[in-house]
């Protein structure tokens, strides 16, 4: 295990001195500016080393970072089922659950992206056409909250069942019900809430592991993905190479 | 009351490409300039944790914040305005640099027809061939006169090419050799050659070696790392602002560069600017910054959202043509495309630059015979390589489930073996798109937002098909198994991603009737105005336009400097 380990950092090591060579700092002669220069003393001594590897060890088997920010405990998990049919465990790979996507989009609603921190939320509000965009005064986190309770109150009515019980054919059903605006609700708009749950799906299922979703880099794993690589000089002029990921930690 | 500043020579309102053209230009000849720039300060130190899908192109961190700033859009005047509440068609740059941050790097030369278009239009085809309503006009200055300009441009930013076959005539060769060529450009290049079109490599900022440009300035060569769209460059490999000319402005200790710096009003007083008021976003505090020569130069609304709310110059009226600020919005037809899927072929789809590719003109501008054919222009067609990312990128076929179990086994499948041709369509305006001030919404200090009005024509559906077919042409010669092209280029759309090529609304032009800048770019109404940037435009061509304002940025420089020593109207 500590060889293997002790490898992986050899070769490291060894991708970032062509990395360095690469981009003329090795050569001389060029004043290279900009983040390139930090990057070198970073993470550079043994014991720098040993200790990010000790960290990561010790938490093995627990994440402390799965826990709940904003939804309840009930609504998290209708988002595990639902994100799991959005993105199936198979014989490629985990599916969305197992991937951590639920706390992904859990963390997320608390945040900024949640509160529409960045978006224009003035009044006045008017129905807009199509190509206009969203045009409500709901918030993400809002939006979120009423769907997930549309899909019990829907699951309940034609099923007697909360939505997480339903078999995967009821759950899929359900869900093309509201993608395709069949099912009538006076709140939110069920095909806007649908647009909101995959594409946050896909953004735990493919962003850096550092927001809580993607873990241990499975995801991109599944599809070749390498992540966050220095540069892609070597493999640029070559056939199809399949490289090992690397994420934003791995920079630090 | 504002607080006033002492008097400055030059007071430049947004520092991206142009601000920093201008900047760097005006302080090596020794003019005294204040750099007003509303978003923050930028290093490339900051993009150490740059290779992040999520926060940079998906959540926007480079972008202009749009709670406190957007502007309206309808299709037409009968719709009511309503804001852009969310980020869609295209992306608003903020911060020391502004768009030119976060740009892919594509750097090409409009063609010489683009500059002459109704004349050369009318030569070939006659006067029926231009719709009554298409409001396509010279832009007052030809392709020869800008050339020494793009060749100014080329060697400061040390943009890597090769000669475009069919493109204007060049005084000089690109500074920097080609990028590398991908298997996929390879085989782009084969089947385009196969079908006797004339490929080059696309012209990029992403430096194919390091450089080191008359300025001065050195540049190491581009790793190849697939974040530039949208990001900005840990390696400074990118050519921006401020890795280029805002370093050469700060060095003379002529450039007094203002972050956090919203300018509201230009201040005039008998048909002459005296100046630009602005707030201070850290303070609130107002603020009056005196100068002879006042140069515009944010992005394509603002820069018509400041001279409207200032009442600099004639507002466009849209019922009888007459007026020029807001005339002539214009935007891109990139829908025109095609995706090919290779059963037996797996690519690097996940490395590239931003300008990594190969393009075709034959279809582009009047390189083709329009006579049997319902449009005017065209565009270039390229397979470009940016680095497919994986949460915008996950390429299946036509009409299969977009979740679900199918979804995922597809998906994963054909991520590295679908390959896509696009096409940068041109936009030509119309008597009925413009740029005017929104008369219900306004920003975060309560000055009115910009409203858009516009849709797409008959001219983009007929090309965006156009250019589709050819597409899908060049996907069969390049072997794929399955194609998916468009078939319907529909109503313009807000929400969906295009490109952040919006152009007009302060066009140059030969006369002050039916433009508002000459070819200096100053105004024809107030003569220490000049107003830089795609916002100039008379109708935007079918490239990238970030190499065309930088060539009208340096001439623009020139203008200015000119007027400094002798005032009058340039032309």
């Known amino acids: ?252 | 009351m504002a607080k006033k500043m002492p008097k400055t020579d030059v007071v430049i309102v947004g520092v991206g490409w142009g601000g920093g053209i201008i900047a760097s230009e005006l302080t090596k000849k020794g003019l005294q300039v204040v750099g007003l720039e509303k978003g923050e300060e930028r290093h490339t130190e900051d993009y150490y944790m740059v290779h992040d899908e999520l926060r940079y192109a998906v959540r926007k961190e480079l972008m202009q914040d749009l709670s406190k700033e957007t502007l309206t859009f309808r299709s037409n005047e009968k719709m009511r305005a309503l804001p852009m509440r969310q980020y869609g068609s295209f992306l608003l740059g903020e911060g020391l640099g502004g768009a030119g941050v976060h740009w892919n790097g594509q750097a090409f030369r409009f063609l010489p027809y683009d500059f002459e278009i109704r004349s050369k239009t009318i030569d070939r085809y006659g006067k029926d061939k231009i719709p009554a309503d298409m409001t396509i006009q010279d832009w007052g200055i030809t392709y020869d006169e800008l050339e020494p300009y793009f060749d100014q441009f080329e060697k400061m930013a040390g943009i890597s090419g090769e000669e475009n076959p069919l493109g204007g005539k060049r005084s000089d060769k690109y500074p920097t050799g080609p990028m590398k060529h991908s298997k996929q450009m390879d085989l782009f290049k084969k089947a385009t050659e196969n079908l006797k079109y004339h490929p080059y490599t696309i012209p990029s900022a992403n430096l194919s070696e390091n450089y080191t440009n008359p300025d001065g300035i050195a540049r190491s060569a581009c790793q190849y790392c697939s974040f530039c769209e949208r990001f900005g460059c840990e390696y400074g490999a990118k050519a921006d602002p401020v890795v280029t000319v805002i370093p050469v402005a700060n060095k003379t200790g002529k450039f007094d560069l203002r972050t956090h710096s919203w300018v509201r009003r230009i201040v005039h007083k008998g048909g002459k600017a005296t100046g630009v008021l602005y707030t201070d976003t850290t303070t609130g505090e107002e603020i009056e910054q005196p100068a002879d020569i006042v140069v515009v130069t944010s992005y394509v609304f603002n820069n018509v959202k400041l001279l409207l709310n200032s009442k600099v110059g004639r507002p466009y009226d849209p019922a009888t043509g007459n007026g020029v600020i807001g005339k002539n919005y214009a935007y891109q037809v990139i829908k025109g495309a095609a995706t090919g899927f290779f059963k037996d072929q797996e690519f690097n789809n996940f490395a590239g630059a931003g300008a990594l590719g190969m393009a075709i003109d034959d279809f582009n501008g009047d390189n083709f015979d329009h006579s049997d054919l319902n449009f005017i222009h065209g565009g270039y067609l390229a397979l470009t390589q940016p680095g497919a990312r994986p949460i915008e990128n996950n390429p299946i076929p036509k009409g299969s489930p977009t979740w679900g179990a199918d979804f995922k086994k597809n998906s994963l499948e054909y991520v590295n073996k679908t390959l896509s041709v696009g096409a940068m369509g041109a936009s030509m305006p119309y008597k009925h798109h413009y740029l005017d001030l929104d008369p219900t919404y306004k920003d975060t200090f309560g000055d009115p937002l910009i409203r858009m009005t516009f849709d797409f024509e008959d001219q983009d559906s007929e090309l965006a098909k156009f250019t589709a077919s050819k597409a899908s042409e060049i996907l069969k010669e390049m072997g794929a198994d399955q194609i998916d092209s468009m078939d319907e280029l529909g109503p313009y759309d807000i929400t969906t991603y295009q490109s952040t090529h919006n152009t007009g609304g302060v066009i140059m032009g030969a006369d002050p009737d039916s433009s508002a800048v000459n070819n200096y770019s100053q105004m024809w109404d107030m003569d220490n105005v000049f107003v830089v940037g795609a916002s100039a435009f008379a109708h935007n061509s079918g490239y990238n336009p970030t190499g065309t304002v930088g060539a009208m940025a340096y001439r623009a420089s020139e203008g200015i400097l000119k007027y400094n020593k002798n005032g009058g109207m340039l032309v």
Request: proline residues 4%; charged residues 30%; aromatic residues 10%.
């Open chain 1, 1 to 252: 295990m500590a060889d293997d380990n002790n490898q992986d950092q050899q070769e490291k090591d060894v991708s970032r001195r062509k990395f360095l060579r690469n981009s003329g700092i090795a050569v001389g002669g060029l004043a290279v500016g900009g983040v390139v220069g930090s990057l070198i003393p970073w993470g550079t001594t043994d014991n720098d080393r040993n200790q990010v590897k000790n960290q990561t060890a010790n938490q093995k088997g627990k994440n402390y970072n799965h826990a709940l920010m904003y939804l309840t405990k009930a609504e998290f998990q209708t988002v595990e089922a639902a994100t799991e049919r959005i993105f199936p465990k198979d014989d490629r790979g985990p599916g969305a659950k197992d991937l951590g996507v639920p706390y992904y989009i859990d963390h997320q609603l608390a945040g900024s992206y949640g509160f529409n921190a960045r978006d224009y939320m003035e009044p006045p509000f008017y129905h807009g056409e199509k190509v206009q965009g969203y045009q409500g005064r709901l918030k993400r986190r809002e939006i979120f909250r009423i769907g997930l309770r549309e899909l019990d109150n829907q699951s309940q009515q034609k099923h007697k069942k909360k939505f997480k019980d339903l078999t995967d054919e009821q759950m899929d059903k359900m869900l093309q019900g509201f993608e395709g605006d069949k099912i009538k609700l006076s709140t939110v708009s069920p095909s806007g809430f649908f647009e909101l749950l995959r594409s946050m799906t896909l953004e735990g299922l493919y962003s850096d592991p550092l927001y809580g979703g993607n873990i241990n880099m499975d995801a991109w794993r599944m599809r070749n993905y390498p992540g966050d690589q220095m540069g892609y000089m070597d493999v640029i002029e070559k056939d199809f190479q399949k490289i090992e990921p690397s994420s934003l930690r791995d920079h630090m």
